[in-house]
């Protein structure tokens, strides 16, 4: 199970979401844009900028509630410490 956090291009909205399938969430994220019944789609926020791995659907759903409960400044202070550049993240390359 994921937890993981898109943001837009200019990095003005985040969301936070859990899968136990990060690439194939991406897709339909990303497939989404533009969909105004969707956050993600309104936003546009497609751009994954941060994920863990956790071990199962409870803890994950339990972080995802935690990360939506922290300030945007705690929430970008995460981020930064695991992708300075806030970069979008391609999983297939991603060195971490």
Not at 28 to 51: E, I, M, P
Not at 60 to 85: C, H, M, P, V, Y
Request: proline share 3%.
């Amino acid at each position: 199970m994921y937890v993981y956090i898109l943001t837009n291009p200019t990095k003005t909205v985040l969301y936070i979401g859990v899968t136990n399938d990060l690439p194939r969430r991406l897709y339909a994220h990303s497939n989404g844009r533009g969909d105004a019944g969707k956050f993600t789609g309104r936003y546009q926020a497609d751009l994954l900028v941060y994920f863990e791995n956790c071990p199962d659907a409870t803890q994950a759903i339990a972080r995802e509630k935690q990360l939506k409960g922290w300030t945007r400044s705690k929430k970008d202070a995460l981020i930064t410490a695991f992708n300075q550049e806030w970069q979008s993240i391609d999983l297939e390359t991603w060195a971490g």
